[in-house]
DNA sequence: TTGTACGCGTTATCAA
DNA sequence: TTGATAACGCGTACAA
């Protein structure tokens, strides 16, 4: 039809009326005579105008209607994760009462190509944690004056945080493999650092981790097994866990009893790798995870391991940006995970 | 610090350089002398400023940088229905080179209170079809001129589709079940429309299903079974089929021997009623669902299914986004579905 | 209740 | 390589 789409002014022109007028009845911000109305919009629709223009309106309003939630790993691991899965679901009816959209973010660095926290706009945003660019991505988004909550992860001083007791949790999972006998343990941790590759951690390495759950969860592990050797995967997933598994059972005279692994997916994959070796679980090895979630294929093992209320988190993480949104101070929050024991965990094998 | 925020001007006239330069300096669209660009970021710096602000370029620029994803159901179903779960999966990564954000949209209607499609500066959008109220999201989105893709769902003309052979897959299982014996056969249908509770379908109700998914797979099943009695269920879950199985199956004397399910989460739960009637699956009872997703605690069950390739229909629309934004055409495409038997399937009992 | 006038913060265009 | 200028489309004091 026309070359250019029609504006706002436009309309006001065409309806006889002015600018503020045509306005006021799209945004319905103060009363309007009824036939003043009807020729406003009768006038729109001839010239296929539908509303305002997202864009403009943004810019004058100062606020988008989105919330950010930055994710560190592939956009898709949002869908495929399932702690982060259910996180999100909880977030999104968390949210739902201030009825924004949901925009997912990548932070991955530098990356020119796409929008991220630069270039997109934002009323808030959430920063999943198991993160290693998170302090980076937070930088930003202060400097913006964003308000941002943190998933798991210290955002410092200001910023509200929904945490679990991942220390104590994997302390109380430590504890377990104690009282069952086990002495020779091995800890997988989940990844530590961006772009890090598996590998197993030295103390150097351990004291510089930069993903706060893994940290935690590893000091757990630690006070009750301080000196227990301990392995980096390179990402949650059954496959690394099965990968980590191999490595951490290759050597036979050196071979743990028991493996704590801080996910449960990385613990389904460490089972594979025993039943690959030729191990019973948990006769030969136990093996802990953490999340409680569902894991795929793992029937009929059932795993010890520390449940997390995962989509609680998400659930008060939308709470907390509401309450940003509406300008009241959101609280910093903290969660406790449930111990479960399962059919992967059993005494210490006879020598 | 300061009342106002810094502004791009505010930066280029600390830097003593015009506004344009300033603003080249930080989209690097023009090349600069590295003396001024150094200028403007000390003087960007000095100032906390962190970069233009999105919304300005946004208008400006006339596009944000975002895609929208609109779901008829609650935003937390994304993350929780196994099927739109895997189709964002594939969205993600089809869109990955994009660099684009993504945004989840609820599409609830007049819902006032959040911004929907008509306030949300969108680049491009993705409908999610097995969504009511679709062809009101084309519209508007259409009369914006915003390029869609519409997955599941009749988009009209010019609009690129990702469908599948829902009807030719729906029919295969119902051949299936005819080859196995079966004559008195119920169909337990998808949502056909918004707010529709569940419930029979009659004659009148099944000519005005406003869901392309479940008219499609219903008239695939209406080629071999054409009489038998259809049930609309509220939602694709688990309990929704547990509870149209309870009605499905209350009448002993009208007890079908086979059900035909439009989901496999649906399947699901009618094999839970038919265990809670003392009915044996398939023995007793046969049922087919469709999907070919991994319903949690089903098992001993493998659910006889047709497996649709959902990651890969996110895919494609992803890359269809991508060529819309690009500025070629995008082509419709039509993905096949694949019959898989399970143990849920059976002979007709002898009566 | 309606109209006028201005600013929101950028960026594209064109000229120098 | 840099600078001046003009939109981009809208909301909202303020005045009428």
């Given at each position: 039809?026309?070359?250019?789409?029609?504006?706002?002014?436009d309309?006001?022109?065409?309806?006889?009326?002015?600018?503020?007028?045509?306005?006021?009845?799209?945004?319905?911000?103060?009363?309007?005579?009824d036939?003043t109305?009807?020729?406003?919009?009768?006038?729109a629709?001839?010239?296929?105008?539908?509303?305002?223009?997202?864009?403009?309106a943004?810019l004058?309003?100062?606020?988008?209607?989105?919330?950010?939630?930055?994710?560190?790993a592939?956009?898709?691991?949002?869908?495929?994760?399932?702690?982060?899965?259910?996180?999100?679901?909880g977030?999104?009816?968390?949210?739902a009462g201030?009825?924004?959209?949901l925009?997912?973010?990548?932070?991955?660095?530098e990356?020119?190509?796409?929008?991220?926290?630069?270039?997109?706009?934002?009323?808030?945003?959430?920063?999943?944690?198991c993160?290693?660019?998170?302090?980076d991505?937070?930088?930003?988004?202060?400097?913006?004056?964003?308000?941002?909550?943190?998933?798991?992860?210290?955002?410092?001083?200001?910023?509200?945080?929904?945490?679990?007791?991942?220390r104590e949790?994997?302390?109380?999972?430590?504890?377990?493999?104690?009282?069952?006998?086990?002495?020779?343990?091995?800890?997988l941790?989940?990844?530590?650092?961006?772009?890090?590759?598996?590998?197993?951690?030295?103390?150097?390495?351990?004291?510089?981790?930069?993903?706060?759950?893994?940290?935690?969860?590893?000091?757990?592990?630690?006070?009750?097994?301080?000196?227990?050797?301990?392995?980096?995967a390179?990402?949650?997933?059954?496959?690394?866990g099965?990968?980590?598994?191999r490595?951490?059972l290759?050597?036979?005279?050196?071979?743990?009893?028991?493996?704590?692994?801080?996910?449960?997916?990385?613990a389904?994959?460490?089972?594979?790798?025993?039943?690959?070796?030729?191990?019973?679980?948990?006769q030969?090895l136990?093996?802990?995870?953490?999340?409680?979630v569902?894991?795929?294929?793992?029937?009929?093992?059932?795993?010890?391991?520390?449940?997390?209320?995962?989509?609680e988190?998400?659930?008060?993480a939308?709470?907390?940006?509401?309450?940003?949104?509406?300008?009241?101070?959101?609280?910093?929050?903290?969660?406790?995970?449930?111990?479960?024991?399962g059919?992967?965990?059993?005494?210490?094998?006879?020598?």
């Amino acid at each position: 039809m026309s070359a250019r789409r029609a504006t706002i002014a436009d309309v006001a022109r065409a309806a006889g009326v002015s600018p503020s007028t045509a306005s006021v009845v799209f945004s319905g911000r103060a009363p309007v005579t009824d036939p003043t109305r009807r020729r406003v919009m009768d006038a729109a629709q001839r010239l296929g105008y539908t509303g305002p223009d997202p864009r403009a309106a943004s810019l004058r309003r100062g606020s988008s209607g989105i919330v950010g939630v930055v994710v560190g790993a592939r956009l898709g691991a949002v869908f495929s994760d399932p702690v982060t899965r259910l996180q999100m679901d909880g977030l999104a009816e968390g949210l739902a009462g201030v009825g924004a959209g949901l925009l997912l973010l990548q932070d991955t660095g530098e990356d020119a190509a796409g929008p991220s926290l630069l270039t997109t706009p934002l009323d808030a945003a959430v920063l999943v944690g198991c993160n290693a660019r998170m302090r980076d991505s937070l930088q930003v988004l202060r400097a913006r004056d964003v308000p941002v909550v943190v998933i798991e992860g210290d955002g410092g001083a200001g910023v509200p945080q929904i945490r679990l007791d991942n220390r104590e949790a994997q302390r109380r999972l430590a504890e377990h493999l104690a009282e069952l006998g086990h002495r020779d343990v091995a800890i997988l941790t989940l990844p530590t650092a961006a772009e890090r590759l598996p590998g197993w951690l030295d103390a150097a390495a351990e004291a510089e981790i930069q993903v706060d759950v893994a940290a935690d969860r590893l000091a757990g592990a630690r006070e009750v097994y301080p000196d227990a050797p301990a392995y980096a995967a390179g990402a949650s997933l059954i496959d690394e866990g099965l990968a980590a598994g191999r490595m951490l059972l290759a050597d036979p005279a050196a071979r743990p009893t028991a493996v704590l692994a801080q996910s449960d997916l990385l613990a389904a994959g460490v089972v594979r790798a025993a039943e690959e070796a030729g191990l019973r679980v948990p006769q030969d090895l136990s093996v802990t995870g953490f999340d409680g979630v569902v894991v795929d294929g793992l029937s009929p093992y059932e795993l010890t391991t520390a449940v997390q209320p995962a989509a609680e988190k998400g659930r008060a993480a939308g709470h907390a940006v509401a309450a940003m949104l509406a300008g009241s101070p959101a609280e910093t929050l903290r969660l406790t995970c449930t111990f479960r024991a399962g059919n992967t965990t059993g005494p210490v094998p006879a020598r």
